[in-house]
């Protein structure tokens, strides 16, 4: 019974809240029409920030109090002053965090920059080029995006040893140089983007394919290509089930394996688990501060459906 | 088209560079790099100070996971035919190593010749190394000789005795533990009591009574498997007594409410070990580290006492050499030093693990020491008395597997989502389904 | 693993840039140019070809080969079993409990997700609103954490005794403290919250354009009839969105069967908890995998393969219906 109620409470907890986002949304519309907002969209915007950010924040809490102060009751809500120990702590338990970082930007730069240039190549070939079996390869990409990762991972695991990349970067790397669903993307963009008449009027003039590509196509899709390669290396960064599966060698991790090596010590420290997490998102965040509002142009762009 | 494979290799080139630029050089010739994958505090910080003292020109890259995660990641390293130099077993995985003697090192050979060591250890802990052709695949580390340890400020607010040999003399076997427990939390204070039935933090005799378990199976002579000279072993789960034994024994405790459901190594057992929550935790010599480090500031509040039922032992470690490991010879120069008796006594005067060289239990040393974190009680010979009445256990090739199924079951006695007789119905099922029929 | 990337980018799949940047026409209705020689198709789509066919193909063809057999790892032999793998996994008790914590996890944190990020996209449409970009920009944060990284802190914020929200909730007057490690149901809404915090924005941020490409002459032309702003909403802006949902829903459905770290980190096993209430598909197929039945485990992504095909299937008739009834004008 008490169980029930417990699982009641928070129901009921999460049904009320929808029901006032709800009900503020309808109040405000009703009355304004769109000619002024609300104050209460505000809120609801600002309380939505502060919940994105929030487990951000306890990750600097923990990570700047360390163990003790978090299991207070009532809890640290302030950050600590330890934080620079915290997280040389970090480093005394994985002196090779540094490496992995590194590793990942330099993994996910290759893997970006081969994921556009490779499905750019293949989308044009696929939006623009008339050759036999086009028809047949296109359904082919579009089949195999189905296929959930998982299916072939053990498969996948024993290949990349076969040909000696256990526990490599390399095993990381080449697996993930094109996806299907890059070119899949690229053909849509190319074929949305660039103009049939420009190709034409260009191989008129008597360039061949690769100056077409080059100096027609390039040009246009830069921008969405950019899009694609910054996913691709978010990516790559977040990836965590198959490098977990792959790398043994610290100095060959990528930084979520070195987060989870962390993390899979015998005593569960949150303090170097939160100080490791918060080292892992950190470079992100930078990133995201600089190209945040390309992501979400891009995010919007992919969206709307055809 | 010239062009176009010019621009093929530019782009492998660039591909290729920053790569180089990831895995860097092997270092200078002289110098060598010993990769030790590890779990826990297997080997000890200390130990690797000293040996670069000794031995400048190696270093010892050392790396820690989590018991599952590090055998886990030891197979695919074999898989994969990149392998540490040094790999520790547990002996929860020993059984399951032991049918995969091609993977590692035989350190009977030369010019290893571990015979010669063979006579300083115990000799249980040195079976655990041993491959089923013969081979010696692995050196014990210290011994995880189990005691109990308790808080005597605890004990004496809740009506119990506090001097060791006093608590000693409350629990001659588990059923009497059991009813010490009972009487703990029959003297619990109206607060810490109103604390528990609104669900919130239980205060109790012992951190988790599912610890019990493991305590009791070891106190046997075999656990779920017989050694029948084949690879594998042979299954004697259901029909080996001691482990519906240990099963009821610990249910019975469970079912007694003298724990207080908070898991080993978890942030709540952390905060629970500060604050004084629970007043006993069954612990192997090997916990006494992670007691001092979790909670510094119980230092001096702690005792230890004998084990119900005589003798225990939980975890454990062979240290081994992969086949494919690059640097064997330094591998076994450092084992060696580390795992011998004048060392493995350093480290237990530092941290607590408790050598598995039993040349060394008469020695007055070890005999005579008293850990001030402990009310300066004479671990030494608490703990060496514990491992000496121990028999050697047959360790099965999936015993990993069928423990963490009873960990489960005897998890879900605890919470109360189910009762023992179905909880072990369920365990049964799920091993058989899991490992195959027992025999 | 050759779509590694694409599984954080999943939303993006089967979408259509046509509306990108420029809001311009289809520059090509899909028609190739002639003019440009076709034989160079095969060389620029033979990198991924020949690295699919390795990476992508090979693997899923050799799983279905594995599965037929009894496959520890470090074995040097493997035994042919037949279907043995298929007849164990269908009778399997622990594979069906890993269906349904996978559905159960999904369902939390699918739908309110849904409802919490339609709402939240009306609410960014606002073309009055103030700091437009700053809001969106905000709210796409939470995506470019890594799962683990949310693993990690809603963990413990999660945890049982000192947990913030066992903490949160004894200030707000619940005194009882819920254990959110070993109970199912509350066990599954903790996962689903790591989740719906992780995609709430993003979601929305597709919402909203998708209500952004509904022309604007339909509200006016609704204004005009006297519909009032909920029935604007209900008969306007739903209909201009429906497809988005349904794409919305299939997205979180191909990503909520691979739900893996968030489980993982709570739940601190493979086994994913005393009761395996945590054990999701991917973790049970991980689970076997690491227990050295490698066989077994490509019979588990083999069925992974054939619900997600179900789905899917399913899907495509449900859109076609919807997409019949689409045009509102």
């Not at chain 1, 809500?77 to 590793?103: C, K, M, Q, Y």
């Not at chain 1, 010590?265 to 170097?272: G, N």
């Not at chain 2, 050392?62 to 077993?89: E, M, R």
């Not at chain 3, 020689?37 to 020949?50: C, E, I, K, Q």
Request: glycine share 8%.
């Amino acid at each position: 019974m008490n169980l029930l109620l417990d699982n009641l409470a928070l129901l009921i907890t999460i049904v009320v809240g929808l029901v006032i986002v709800a009900w503020l949304v309808r109040h405000y519309r009703d009355k304004s029409r769109w000619r002024k907002v609300s104050p209460w969209s505000y809120l609801v915007l600002i309380f939505m920030i502060v919940v994105s950010a929030f487990p951000f924040y306890w990750m600097y809490i923990v990570a700047s109090n360390g163990n003790e102060e978090i299991s207070k009751n009532p809890p640290t809500l302030v950050p600590g002053d330890r934080f620079l120990t915290l997280i040389g702590h970090v480093f005394e338990a994985a002196p090779t965090f540094g490496i992995s970082i590194w590793n990942t930007v330099v993994v996910g730069t290759v893997i970006s920059v081969a994921q556009v240039v490779f499905s750019a190549l293949a989308g044009f070939a696929f939006a623009k080029l008339n050759f036999k079996g086009r028809n047949f390869l296109i359904l082919f990409v579009i089949g195999t995006m189905m296929l959930p990762s998982q299916l072939g991972i053990i498969p996948l695991f024993m290949i990349v040893n076969d040909l000696g990349w256990g526990s490599t970067l390399t095993a990381i790397v080449v697996p993930a140089l094109v996806t299907a669903f890059g070119v899949f993307w690229m053909r849509q963009i190319i074929d949305a983007q660039v103009p049939n008449e420009l190709l034409e009027a260009a191989s008129i003039d008597g360039a061949g394919v690769i100056r077409v590509f080059r100096s027609v196509v390039l040009p246009i899709i830069a921008q969405s290509s950019f899009v694609l390669g910054l996913f691709a290396f978010l990516g790559t960064w977040n990836d965590f089930l198959w490098p977990l599966l792959v790398l043994n060698d610290p100095n060959q991790f990528t930084v979520q394996v070195a987060v989870n090596q962390l993390s899979a010590s015998y005593t569960i420290d949150y303090a170097l688990m939160l100080g490791g997490a918060f080292l892992a998102t950190a470079p992100l965040l930078l990133l995201f501060v600089l190209v945040g509002r390309q992501l979400v142009s891009g995010v919007m762009d992919g969206a709307v459906k055809g | 088209m010239k062009k176009l494979s010019a621009r093929i290799a530019g782009i492998a080139i660039a591909f290729a560079l920053p790569l180089s630029l990831v895995a860097p050089a092997s270092a200078a010739p002289a110098a060598v790099t010993l990769t030790v994958w590890t779990y826990g505090n297997v080997i000890e910080p200390q130990a690797i100070i000293d040996y670069k003292k000794l031995h400048p020109e190696i270093t010892i890259q050392l790396k820690k996971s989590g018991l599952d995660a590090h055998h886990q990641s030891l197979i695919t390293s074999f898989l994969a035919n990149k392998t540490p130099d040094i790999a520790a077993v547990e002996v929860s995985y020993s059984g399951y190593f032991r049918s995969y003697p091609q993977y590692f090192t035989d350190l009977r050979k030369a010019p290893y010749n571990s015979a010669s060591i063979e006579n300083n250890y115990l000799d249980w802990r040195w079976a655990q190394g041993v491959g089923y052709e013969g081979t010696v695949f692995g050196l014990p580390t210290d011994v995880g000789g189990m005691q109990v340890a308790y808080r005597p400020a605890l004990f004496k607010a809740h009506g119990l005795p506090t001097s060791r040999d006093a608590v000693a003399k409350l629990w001659p076997t588990w059923s009497a533990f059991i009813a010490t427990g009972q009487k703990y939390q029959k003297n619990l204070s109206k607060a810490e009591k109103d604390s528990c039935s609104k669900k919130k933090v239980c205060y109790g005799f012992i951190d988790n009574a599912g610890t019990i378990y493991n305590a009791v199976l070891n106190q046997g002579t075999k656990k779920y498997y017989e050694n029948d000279n084949t690879k594998d072993g042979k299954l004697v789960y259901e029909s080996n007594p001691q482990v519906k034994t240990a099963f009821q024994t610990t249910a019975t405790a469970l079912g007694a409410g003298i724990g207080t459901n908070i898991n080993s190594f978890t942030n709540d057992w952390n905060v629970g070990m500060n604050k004084g929550i629970f007043a006993t935790i069954l612990a192997p010599a090997w916990m006494m580290d992670y007691i001092k480090q979790q909670a510094p500031k119980t230092k001096g509040k702690w005792d230890i006492a004998d084990l119900p039922g005589g003798g225990g032992n939980l975890g454990g470690s062979q240290l081994t050499i992969p086949k494919s490991a690059v640097h064997k010879k330094e591998a076994w120069d450092f084992m060696s030093w580390y795992l011998s008796p004048a060392e493995q006594l350093k480290i237990f005067k530092k941290y607590g693990l408790f050598p598995s060289t039993s040349v060394l239990y008469d020695n007055p040393a070890l005999k005579n020491f008293k850990d001030p974190f402990f009310n300066n009680a004479p671990v030494g010979q608490i703990y060496g008395s514990s491992v000496k009445t121990l028999k050697p256990i047959y360790e099965g090739k999936k015993q990993r597997a069928i423990d963490n199924i009873i960990g489960q079951a005897l998890s879900r006695v605890g919470l109360k989502k189910q009762n023992a007789a179905s909880a072990w119905t369920q365990a049964l099922n799920e091993i058989k389904n899991a490992v195959g029929p027992s025999k | 693993m050759s779509n590694t990337a694409s599984k954080s980018l999943s939303p993006w799949r089967a979408s259509d840039p046509r509306k990108a940047k420029k809001p311009k026409q289809k520059a090509s209705d899909g028609a190739v140019v002639n003019s440009l020689n076709g034989g160079w198709g095969y060389l620029f789509t033979a990198p991924f070809v020949v690295m699919f066919l390795i990476f992508g193909l090979a693997p899923v063809i050799y799983s279905v080969y594995i599965a037929f057999f009894s496959w520890d790892p470090l074995d040097f032999t493997h035994t042919y079993i037949g279907i043995d793998n298929f007849v164990r996994v269908i009778q399997d008790e622990q594979f069906w409990l890993a269906v349904r914590n996978t559905f159960s996890i999904w369902a939390l944190s699918t739908f309110p997700q849904m409802v919490m990020a339609i709402a939240l996209a009306n609410v960014l449409r606002n073309p009055m609103l103030k700091f437009k970009t700053f809001w969106r920009t905000m709210l796409l944060v939470p995506n470019i954490t890594s799962v683990l990284a949310v693993a990690i802190v809603f963990g413990q914020l999660f945890s049982r005794d000192f947990g913030l929200v066992n903490l949160a909730r004894e200030y707000l007057g619940m005194s009882n403290h819920i254990n959110f490690v070993s109970e199912t149901v509350p066990g599954h809404i903790a996962i689903a919250t790591m989740i719906t915090w992780r995609w709430l924005g993003y979601n929305a941020l597709i919402f909203l354009a998708a209500m952004l490409a509904v022309p604007n002459e339909l509200y006016e032309a609704a204004s005009i009839d006297g519909a009032s702003g909920w029935r604007q909403f209900r008969y306007v802006t739903l209909p201009g969105i429906r497809n988005t949902i349904t794409f919305v829903l299939v997205v979180g459905t191909i990503g909520g069967l691979q739900v893996f770290a968030e489980p993982l980190t709570l739940a601190g096993g493979e086994s994913g908890g005393d009761s395996r209430q945590f054990s999701t598909l991917t973790l049970f197929l991980f689970e076997q995998a690491h227990m050295g039945n490698w066989g077994y485990a490509a019979t588990i992504g083999i069925m992974i393969t054939f619900i997600v095909l179900i789905i899917s299937g399913i899907n495509f008739v449900f859109t076609r219906r919807l997409g019949s009834g689409e045009n509102v004008q």
